[in-house]
């Protein structure tokens, strides 16, 4: 177990760490001439043409509910890879891949795009798997799901930059965990909260776009919290701050 003064120093590690790659990218994004405005952003709602690829990877870190868990895990940060795909008709696919190991995430959508002028609206419908294992000293607990979310983006074009609102709701349909010789399942789809993010992106050079932005998780405990197998089921305040860079 850790001591407190070990879980403080890492705490805090992680905070100055994340606020220097913030900080950082930030001037870069601010320095960097911006070529092909808008065209190259993957996080916002913009639809790409038929066949365009574009990939980011990123870092997210999430502040979970201390009524959750203990204090040594309070943060989760995690690796992104997102992949987005034009399609026909101003449709885009869509796919997201989260992992540190202890919690795995999947996640496939569809969206479709109308734009107005200055404004971009999407809808879209989004499926995501989720798998964690931990390997303790006297028992191996796992835990799998499958969550769906519904979607509206609406996308801001301002002059250098973009802002993007997307709102959710998730809805769990399955989940499945397990600890040692007990076995957990629940089958009955229902509502576990709603998501609402705010990002801003801003091209860098070349095609190279840099994004910021945090998520808002209002909702019974998330799929980071499944190693405190809580039973309670309270709405709660979860935020992620979240950055990528698009290549």
């Known amino acids: 177990m850790k001591t407190r003064n070990q879980t403080k120093a890492a705490r805090k590690l992680s905070y100055s760490y994340l606020l220097g790659l ?4 930030l001037c870069l994004s601010l320095n960097l001439s911006a070529q092909n405005k808008y065209d190259n952003f993957l996080l916002s709602p913009k639809a790409y043409s038929n066949g365009n690829l574009k990939t980011s990877f990123g870092l997210s870190l999430t502040m979970l509910p201390r009524e959750i868990v203990e ?3 309070s943060q989760v940060p995690m690796l ?6 034009g399609l026909p008709n101003n449709l885009s696919l869509k796919v ?3 992992s540190i190991y202890l919690i795995n995430t999947a996640s496939l959508g569809l969206n479709w795009t109308m734009d107005l002028d200055d404004l971009t609206l999407s809808f879209g419908d989004e499926v995501t798997l989720m798998y964690g294992t931990a390997k303790l000293s006297d028992y191996n607990s796992t835990t799998y799901g499958v969550l769906n ?5 609406v996308g ?3 002059e250098e930059f973009m802002i993007t609102f997307t709102g959710k709701a998730n809805l769990l349909l399955s989940q499945k965990s397990q600890v040692g010789d007990l076995v957990l399942e629940k089958s009955n789809v229902n509502l576990r909260g709603y998501t609402l ?4 992106e801003k ?4 095609n190279h776009t840099v994004a910021l932005g945090v998520r808002l998780n209002y909702s019974q405990p998330t799929y980071h919290t499944w190693m405190s197998f809580t039973t309670k089921s309270d709405m709660m305040l979860t935020p992620t701050l979240f950055m990528a860079v698009g290549i």
Request: proline share 6%.
């Open 80 to 85: 992104e890879l997102n992949l987005k795909y």
């Open 156 to 158: 801001v074009e301002l």
């Open 203 to 206: 091209p860098l050079w070349g």
């Open 96 to 98: 997201n891949l989260s």
């Open 197 to 200: 993010s705010v990002c801003l």
């Open 149 to 153: 979310s519904p979607n509206v983006s």
């Open 71 to 73: 204090e040594e895990i």
């Open 22 to 25: 913030l900080m950082t990218l």
